[in-house]
């Protein structure tokens, strides 16, 4: 049993490290730049339903569409103020545009009086609720956060494979020049896929928050959301999810079973095996170029 309630915490949270994945993956394929912002972003996610939530009253569910689309929002705007002048210029530009964009979040949230610099819990009808299934104890938390990425991760895919604008996104991730001259608006699907990209870890801030706590560096869990996309293989959607899971499986049962320190390293360990044994990730595809 005890086996069971370790492996199921460990799914909930690979769920969270593969939502935060598949905002790497989702600009990387579409830019091939990554972003390192997406943590603060999940971090600003869940201040922003712990405002609606907490301060206005709002019902959790309410609270959470309403984080999402301001995430949505802020992620296109950022990516047409912010991000667009820079592309063509080299990777490490927008990289550093990307690490700034980080800073200056947690920068601002740490500047609001009596909210920033303290943690907080977001309350939600779901919290400290468990199911006990014949002395197999489940939290409702784990539950819900395993049903709502399984759901973002089908919309996602339906998206992709089934309307107009994935069918673009993926032509725009193939080839932006080529989808240009097509008459696809490159541009604005770029914005698009930033806002998905924001929205996700919006979404991801705000189911983990009720299972944590809301604080400004809740972010730096990307930090083991990163080797996720990696294990997945970077341009891989799928990928990302799978990814997650193996971290956060690996971790959880490694936290359980042995001697502490090991759950800190062990998504890295896992990691540094995938580029050994294969560097492209499970999923990634290996580009040949003639010289």
Request: charged residues 10%.
């Amino acid at each position: 049993m005890q086996f069971l309630q370790v492996l199921i915490g460990g799914i909930s949270q690979g769920f969270i490290y593969g939502l935060i994945a598949l905002g790497f993956v989702l600009i990387y394929k579409a830019t091939e730049a990554v972003n390192f912002a997406q943590g603060e972003l999940l971090m600003l996610g869940a201040f922003c339903g712990l405002a609606l939530a907490g301060f206005f009253g709002l019902p959790y569910w309410v609270a959470l569409a309403l984080a999402v689309a301001i995430l949505f929002c802020f992620g296109f705007l950022t990516e047409a103020l912010v991000l667009r002048p820079v592309l063509g210029q080299p990777a490490f530009a927008m990289i550093m545009v990307t690490i700034g964009i980080g800073f200056v979040a947690r920068g601002l949230v740490t500047m609001i009086p009596g909210i920033g610099t303290d943690t907080h819990a977001l309350e939600a009808p779901f919290r400290g609720e468990v199911i006990d299934l014949r002395g197999l104890v489940i939290g409702v938390e784990h539950l819900v956060i395993i049903a709502a990425s399984v759901l973002v991760c089908g919309l996602l895919f339906v998206m992709f494979r089934h309307t107009r604008i994935g069918i673009a996104m993926q032509a725009v991730s193939q080839n932006q020049l080529a989808a240009y001259y097509m008459g696809i608006p490159v541009k604005r699907l770029n914005g698009l896929v930033w806002a998905t990209s924001a929205a996700v870890a919006g979404l991801a801030g705000m189911l983990l928050a009720p299972l944590a706590f809301v604080h400004v560096n809740m972010g730096f869990i990307a930090l083991k959301a990163f080797p996720a996309a990696v294990i997945g293989g970077f341009e891989s959607l799928p990928g990302a999810i799978l990814g997650g899971l193996i971290i956060g499986v690996v971790e959880a049962l490694a936290g359980f079973y042995l001697p502490e320190g090991f759950k800190d390293i062990a998504a890295y360990v896992v990691v540094l095996v995938m580029l050994v044994v294969r560097p492209n990730g499970l999923f990634g595809q290996t580009i040949r170029k003639r010289v």
